[in-house]
């Protein structure tokens, strides 16, 4: 074995222990991606033995530092939400304007706006109580519901500023901001398509995903939700406004972080009242207040309640923060390096050269904005060798930079652990979602800079 290919090595172990631990041995996925980590980190010459451990808990850290408080708002959301009948109402709001057999476009379309100005882990804590209170009432599709929300949300999430991702890249190659938003719109729009609706109704006919007692809320108590008169539920507005809360609080953040200098006053103001971890929590209060107003509760069950709920958030940001863990132990093995210096010297041309060095790069270590601004950073210098506008450079990033989220990617836990997803059912929705944006945002971005160069 030579020393130079040890970053591979450390790879494939990682696969291959991840598989073991998790598929074969069938343990907590916590404890299968903690002592993957381990193995991991030991294999890895780049990483000293002695700093193993250290280094598998500060990865694991700086992952919770990101999603901690977030998760654990959400449980109290989805908890909330759907106990307080706010999911359902929502969800019959939805309906009466799409009818009931066509609820998947009212979330699609939802998916698509939200995940514009928030991060696509938000859109998805929101998003996924109603996609469970639509399963408990239709009755079917519940793997359709959680393909168009994933698509749709990943989609903009990789390809649309002022989504974090993309506007860095789009910074890193120096394109120009309105340019890429028309262009990330037109390349996201059909792509989602494809991934989302196309592929979700194909893949119901074929996985059947049942609802499962998730976020402290038993498959029993939806299924009575579902069955209450409209008289008994909040009104649409006290429903909705978790959400709008959390959205228009963390958008509002992004775009003035986006559009103003840092010196006005209102930026600092909107960066604190926008941060997830604050936005998140002023939702979880308004849904906490509904649920205790629509219930019979006393106060001490409600904050019993809400207790079961940070439990459930608890374990699942423990799984999450593990996943990112597993991540950053492949990156600090230098996967990702060894893998986009042996891919820069292809030929295929600066686009595709772009997406498959975002591709190997977010395969291997698991982060799609890792993946992203690490082949921007390789592949900026080599812009003026491209005969169309950088944004469908930043577009190739994006989407190779989302492909195949499996094991070492948070998200695919938080899908998992959020949606009541067993590891398989990921696989078949989640993970092959991801592949589909990747392959058809590709294609779309070579066909549209073809047809229309914008140079």
Known sequence: MAFEHAPLVAFGVG??????????????????????????????????LRDVAAETATA??????????????????????????????????????????????????????????????????????????????????????IVV????????????????????????????????????VMVGAPTAVLSGLVYGKFIAKRVDIPLRDTMGTTTEELQEIS???????????????????????????TITDTFFSSSAWFVSVFAFVGNPNFALTIAAIVSAVTFYRMTSLDLESWAE????????????AAIVGAGGAFGGMLAAAGVGGYISSALQELGLGLIVTAWVIAAAVRIAQGSATVAMLTTAGIVAPLVGQL???????????????????????????????????TQAEALKTWTVVTTLIAVFGLVFTLSLSTVMPLV
């Not at 649409?236 to 809360?245: D, H, K």
Request: glycine share 12%; charged share 10%; hydrophobic share 55%.
């Open 60 to 145: 694991f850290g700086d992952t919770f530092a990101g999603v901690g408080i977030p998760i654990l708002m959400a449980a109290v959301i989805g908890k909330t939400m759907l106990e307080s009948g706010a999911a359902e109402r929502i969800i019959r709001a939805f309906t009466s304007i799409t009818g009931e057999e066509h609820g998947e476009y009212a979330l699609f379309g939802s998916g698509f706006v939200l995940a514009i100005p928030v991060f696509f882990g938000n859109v998805f804590y929101l998003m996924a109580p109603l996609a469970r209170s639509m399963r408990a009432r239709v009755g079917h599709s519940y793997s359709l519901f």
């Open 227 to 253: 069955q209450q008169s409209t008289s008994n539920l909040p009104d649409v507005l006290e429903a909705a406004l978790p959400i709008v809360l959390a959205i228009v609080l963390v958008g509002t953040q």
């Open 305 to 316: 309640e809400l207790t079961e709920a940070l439990k459930e958030g608890g374990n699942i």
């Open 387 to 421: 005969s169309v506008h950088p944004a469908y450079l930043v577009m190739a990033i994006g989407a190779g930079g989302n492909i195949l989220s499996w094991y070492n990617d948070g998200g695919f836990w938080i899908i998992t652990e959020i949606g009541g997803l």
């Open 149 to 184: 929300i994933c698509a749709a949300a990943a989609t903009t999430h990789v390809f649309v500023p002022p989504t974090p991702g993309p506007l860095a890249v789009a910074a890193e190659v120096e394109a120009n901001l309105g340019t890429t938003i028309l262009v990330g």
């Open 15 to 48: 696969l291959v222990m991840t598989i073991l631990l998790l598929v074969k041995l069938k343990l907590p996925a916590f404890l299968g991606l903690i002592i993957s980590t381990f193995v991991v980190g030991m294999v890895a010459p780049e990483v000293p």
